[in-house]
């Protein structure tokens, strides 16, 4: 079984997704997608098990010619980077549906269960994939389901919010293509053949404006999908105007495949020009930490503020991933795990408001705690975690990035410690407002707290919250090999003036592990 | 099997031409049992018709890896017509089966409608195997002036007479461009063989003699019209939105096939020698083709024209495999053309199930609702907008790639950002598409009864979209197959050509 | 003897007056009759430089050339007769029903 496991992971959604399509009814549906969407999570699972956490390099390696005349093969792998993401993925995909069961997706089950598991097969195969025509195919096709479940099942403006979406991506990911295959094409010349394989892309030379331009390119397109302020203006539309079931997956499982291309593509194909950029994309990040906080503070609406929020979040993990720092790239790898977590918490949360007061306005809600104190708590534990208080997930990331983030640069972390609290202000006067006050309508009294399937739905995110808080060494044990070895790709080379700092980190070796 | 007992009926010398020839032969035996039968026959006719393609198809396959000169010469047999043969037929078999619905439900002349369809294709078939000038302009005429009559064809919508007027006038002044260049070629090189002109122009003395430029210029212009390329696109709009439905696909998939089958042989496999001078030229085409074609495709609200816009930008992005010239460049355009071809062949059989007769055209507000009410129509659709937008796994996908990939390697980095670009663009209105069918609501309306015919048109080109794309394989090395026995180069030197330094 | 310059010269005229002919002229059969014009330049042309080389392509060219143009030109006053009888028009500025 281990031998095709990596692929089993990948292709039995896509499997679901035509099987659910074909054969199942309004009534099998629902059931059909979840088991469906189960399996690559217990495989993922397994997988977790089976990890040597000692190897810094791909494990589960399968490695098939595909397309011989390209230069194309069949080559998955998973190291510690990409480890955690997959059950991740598969965990949110699952949760994404047994949630949107409950009366969020009202029409047209069948598709929305068909693209949802054709997304989860672009998702894992994103993570995946050593290829590089192989990761640009899962990659775009990801962007179908979505479009379709923002377009069908959004609110208002979803026409509007899914365009937006397809064309920022678009133009990001087919300037990468040109990039990828223009690097394949040069580095025909020093490895014989044409390849995509990116462990042999690796050790291709070029000449400095070459990879400047390639750098670009790929990081044009990653930083679309991050985003990178100032490529944000689809996020805030996309989040909101997806159905809570869409933005669940947006926010929570995809948000990760931009970084992921920097980790595993932008930067260690092109370490010269990453550390040129350095600079630049920390202060994108500090400024997309702060851009999104303050934001934040202005929405009126739930679903806005989160968006905005992950912004703001995500220019943390920008941040993490280009000081290049051992801690930094590890807390950005971890903060991939935990946001994912807490946004996902979040608009789940915000979901089961909506659907019961058909509102996600800040102004019209007011004094939910009475009526609904179990809604209020896991909000409450939601935006805890967001904020990053220590116990809980989201302080570990942040903290390992910050602690990154001073060794290269004391005024971005600085910064970025200001994005922290904007951040505790946004979400606890939001929190504020919506839970406690009096309540805004009369009618609120009566609505009803979390009914046990909607407990079910989100016990696991916040288990998860608290254990990843409390408990963060098995994750990091095994990120750590691959970030180093991530480093050493990306300062490769002549080494800049960051190595007196590199003396440092060392010293504060022990404090990983108290959270 | 089938090509031994055919082949032996047949003098040896008449072989290369079977396929045209069966396809001609049909065309005789439609007009004569279509003058013996009621207009209600006409499935009967249509069959017919179908079979005598579908036979064409087999006698092509079967001459695979056959080459043989033809008629002095005229004719070249090798894998690369084989190819094209099979394609034009099967794009002809597909038209058949999308007209068996539309033919009687528009009371159109069935016998003289089927006629014409298999005229213009043998006129394609000659056009792809064309050795000579000769030929050249003769498969470009058959093709043509069958099409000019098939597009006007529904003589009681008036745009159709304009659609057919328009095409025949832009297309008998292109056809006097072509000629002319032909004429100037062959005074400057003294011959109309290709390969006696390609020989010929070895000699650089005479490659940069005012009459061969003026020549090539003429049949580039020449060209230029039957592929739609911007500037020569003016008559493609028009001709697409006014012809009948599937007269448009055969517009947009035959002729453009052949047109290309055409250009790309005289150009990359003739005329090498002068690709200092057509390079530069082609370069500027592709990129106003793809950009106007994109660009005005975004503003059209009828999906007839729409795709016609959609299909001169399509034929930008094949110029950019042209411009680039070589042997994976020549393979890229061949597997492009394959993948194009059912995308575009799926959309239009998609059409013609929701058009309404007393209302021909379909604009995207009759599209609204399409996926509530005929789920499987849209999710057919989507795919083929999908496959054209150029999204993996699909065919579209693997093409552009294919001719990204060789315009690269030949140098060509700011033409292939351009068609990025423009690729980026197309999403806007493909996606369009999608969301009259998903998102926005529309009147219920009953469709006609469907044909089985169409359906398996439908599934036809749905499974080569999927099949195309997803393992591309076989169809890439059918493609660079075809073109390195055409560019006499062996077929390794097409896969080193992209593969080796 | 005329040189054979002469006679490229006045196939090139001839299709050059053709050629105006189409772009400026709005009447349908004015505009056809100009296509002819063009046709026939190259079939002087054709002859001519068939001639000059001593091959016999030229002039057998030019015998496809004058088939196809009677066929053309069957074709298309047909198309101009069906498209008169629905619009009553022959003027190429009314055939404007299609419009981006």
Known sequence: ??????????????????????????????????????????????????????????????????????????????????????????????????????????????????????????????????????????????????????????????????????????????????????????ARGYLGAATFDLTDLYRVPLSHAQARWLFAALALGFAVKVPVWPLHSWLPDAYSEAPTAGSMLLGGAM????????????????????????????????????????????????????????????????????????????????????????????????????????????????????????????????????????????FVGEFLVLLGAYFASWQAAALAVSGLILG???????????????????ADRGIADLAPREVAVIFPLIALMFFLGLYPRPLLRRIEPSVVAFLARAQAAPAPALSFDRAKPQEFAGLRVVP | MISGTIGAALDASWRPVLAPAVVAITAMAVMLVGSRLGEEDSEGLGWLTFSGLALAALCAFAAVGRHAPAFAGALIVDDYTAFFYCLIAVC?????????????????????????????????????????????????????????????????????????????????FST??????????????????????????????????????????????????????????????????????????????????????????????????LHAQWGGALWVLAALTMSVGNLVALAQNNVKRMLAYSAIAHAGYILVGMTAAGGAAGAA?????????????????????????????????????????????????????????????????????????AALQAGYVWLVVLAALNSVISTYYYARVIVAMYVNEGAERKLRARRPGLSVALAVAIAATIIIGVDPRPYVEMAAGAYASAAGIARSGVRAAFLAH | MTPVSYYLVLGAALFAIGVAGVVIRRNLIVIFMSIEVMLNAVNLTLVALGRALGSTDGQVMVFFVMTVGAAEAAVGLALILAAFRSRHTIKADELNLMRW
């Open chain 1, 1 to 186: 079984m281990t031998a095709n496991l990596l692929t089993l992971i990948i292709f039995v959604p896509l499997v679901g997704a035509l099987a659910v399509a074909l054969f199942a009814d309004e009534r099998t549906v629902w059931p059909a997608a979840f088991i469906f969407s189960l399996l690559p999570l217990a495989l993922s699972i397994y997988l977790l098990v089976a990890f040597n956490p000692h190897d810094n390099g791909y494990q589960f390696v399968e490695r098939r010619p595909w397309i011989a005349d390209f230069g194309v093969s069949y080559h998955v792998g998973v190291d510690g980077i990409s480890l955690f993401l997959v059950p991740l993925a598969a965990l949110l995909v699952s949760l994404t549906l047994l949630y949107a069961s409950g009366g969020d997706i009202d029409r047209r089950p069948r598709e929305f269960c068909f693209f949802v598991l054709m997304l989860e097969t672009g998702l894992l195969g994103v993570l995946l994939a050593v290829d590089l025509f192989l990761f640009y195919v899962f990659w775009e096709l990801t962007l179908i389901p979505i479009y379709f479940i923002i377009g069908i099942w959004g609110s208002q403006r979803r026409v509007y919010a899914a365009f937006k979406f397809i064309l920022y991506t678009m133009l990001g990911s087919l300037l990468m293509l040109v990039a990828l295959i223009y690097l394949v094409l040069h």
């Open chain 1, 255 to 394: 948000f990760q495949m931009g970084v992921y291309g920097f980790l595993r593509f932008a930067i260690p194909l092109f370490p010269e020009v990453a550390r040129e950029a350095a600079p630049l994309f920390m202060a994108l990040g500090v400024v997309g930490i702060i851009y999104g906080a303050l934001l934040a503070l202005a929405q009126s609406d739930l679903k806005r503020l989160v968006a905005y929020a992950s912004v703001s979040h995500v220019g943390f993990v920008v941040l993490g991933v280009f000081a290049l720092d051992r801690f930094s790239v590890e807390g950005a790898v971890y903060q991939l795990i935990t946001h994912g977590l807490s946004t996902t918490a979040l608009f789940m949360a915000i979901g089961m408001i909506y659907l019961r007061r058909r509102t996600r306005a800040i102004g019209e809600l007011g004094g939910l705690w009475r009526p609904a104190p179990m809604l209020g708590a896991i909000l409450m534990v939601a935006m805890l975690s967001a904020v990053g208080l220590p116990g809980l997930d989201g």
């Open chain 1, 424 to 442: 505790v202000l946004y979400m606890l006067w939001a929190y504020e407002r919506v839970m406690f006050g009096p309540l805004a309508k009369s």
């Open chain 2, 92 to 172: 002809a078999a597909m038209v058949v089966l999308l007209s068996l619905d539309y033919v009687p439900a528009l009371e159109l002349p069935s016998t003289e409608y089927y006629a014409l369809l298999l005229s213009a294709t043998v006129g394609m078939m000659l056009l792809a195997a064309a050795g000579d000038l000769i030929i050249i302009f003769l498969g470009l005429e058959t093709m043509s002036i069958s099409v000019y009559v098939m597009a006007a064809i529904a003589r009681r919508d008036p745009r159709s007479s304009e659609a057919g007027l328009k095409y025949f006038l832009l297309g008998a």
């Open chain 2, 176 to 273: 006097g461009f072509l000629l002319y260049g032909i004429a100037l070629l062959y005074g400057a090189t003294g011959s109309i063989k290709l390969e006696a002109i390609s020989r010929a122009l070895q000699s650089s003395a005479l490659a940069a003699s005012p009459l061969v430029l003026l020549g090539l210029a003429m049949m580039l212009i020449g060209f230029g019209f039957k592929v739609a390329a911007v500037p020569f696109h003016a008559w493609t709009p028009d001709a697409y939105e006014g012809a009948p439905t599937p007269v448009t696909a055969l517009m947009a998939v035959g002729v453009k096939s052949a047109a290309f089958a055409g250009f790309l042989r005289l150009l990359l496999v003739y005329l090498p020698a």
């Open chain 2, 333 to 405: 355009v061949l597997y492009y053309l394959l993948g194009y071809a059912f995308a575009n062949l799926g959309a239009f059989a998609v059409l013609v199930a929701v058009e309404r007769v007393e209302q021909p055209g379909t604009t995207l507000a009759d599209l609204g609702g399409l996926a509530k009410g005929q789920p499987m129509l849209a999710a057919a659709m989507a795919l083929f907008m999908l496959s054209l937008m150029g999204l993996p796994p699909l065919a579209g996908f693997v093409g552009k790639f294919y001719v990204f990939s």
